[in-house]
């Protein structure tokens, strides 16, 4: 479902603040593939992440989502074959347009758009019935304003909205990180929850060791920009983050000393 073909990716080549981003990156997803990313700050997780949706341009390498080459398509043009979550609950939703019109501009994502604009009664009632499934009464609350809700409510939605049309590949970038720890879970258990049920192939970035384990059925660690430590199936489930630190210096000669992973 995703072949990530030798990419890397160097930023302000030539300046003082050079900077390598991504070291000859190979990695390839099949279809159900949940798979968690873990790794220090600046080891490269969300810059693959960002290259994947097209953020950034690849210096070389190549992508392909679903079987089509995707590696010099702009951002837009990706839209239709991704699902996409942030980090901060702000973004990927418009706060000044309420909840229902908010999961309208996500089932209509990556289709022409034309003049006309409405919502059926069919439509509605489909939005309802997918807002349920949070369990947050969002349902009851369609007409609300999205910049009315709470951080966890709006991060919930935004995968709601992610997942609508069953994406080829939805991309997580640390989306829980900035909830407090009940309302992570929550999205946590809603994220292992749609993928799950939708059969979706997913990539996770994660700061958290303890959910990069529990979660999904793949595990890669980065570092310095290239993937260190890929691990799944039993070797995954029977893992203990000493294990994963275990793995992580044995592969790349290096300490784990990042603190947020090590207190996670």
């Known amino acids: 479902m995703l072949k990530i073909n030798h990419i890397s990716k160097t930023f302000n080549r030539g300046t003082i603040t050079e900077k390598v981003a991504l070291q000859d990156v190979s990695l390839t997803l099949a279809e159900g593939d949940f798979v968690t990313v873990i790794g220090g700050n600046g080891a490269g997780k969300s810059t693959m992440l960002n290259m994947v949706a097209g953020v950034y341009p690849v210096d070389s390498g190549t992508i ?4 089509r080459d995707v590696t010099h398509l702009p951002e837009y043009r990706r839209a239709g074959l991704l699902g996409r979550v942030f980090q901060d609950p702000r973004t990927g939703t418009a706060a000044t ?14 289709q022409k758009r034309g003049l006309r604009w409405g919502i059926s009664n069919m439509e509605r009632a489909m939005y309802k019935e997918q807002l349920h499934k949070l369990g947050l009464g969002l349902e009851e609350r369609m007409s609300s304003k999205v910049g009315l809700l709470s951080g966890g409510q709006r991060q919930a939605l935004t ?4 997942t609508i049309r069953t994406p080829k590949l939805l991309l997580l ?10 309302t992570a879970a929550k999205v946590l258990e809603l994220t292992d929850q749609f993928v799950t049920e939708q059969h979706l192939t997913a990539l996770m970035v994660t700061h958290n060791m303890k959910d990069a384990i529990a979660i999904g059925n793949r595990l890669i660690m980065m570092n310095a920009g ?4 890929d691990v799944s199936g039993e070797q995954k489930k029977s893992m203990t983050r000493k294990d994963l ?20």
Do not use: Q, W, Y
């Open 245 to 264: 630190m275990d793995l992580f210096e044995k592969a790349s000669g290096a300490e784990l000393n990042n603190d947020r992973m090590l207190l996670s």
């Open 97 to 110: 347009m309420n909840i229902e019109e908010n999961m309208a501009l996500a089932l209509r994502r990556g």
């Open 173 to 182: 970038d640390e989306h829980t990180a900035a909830l407090d720890p009940k």
């Open 159 to 162: 995968l709601l909205m992610a």
């Open 226 to 229: 290239k993937i260190v430590v």
């Open 64 to 67: 392909e989502i679903a079987g």
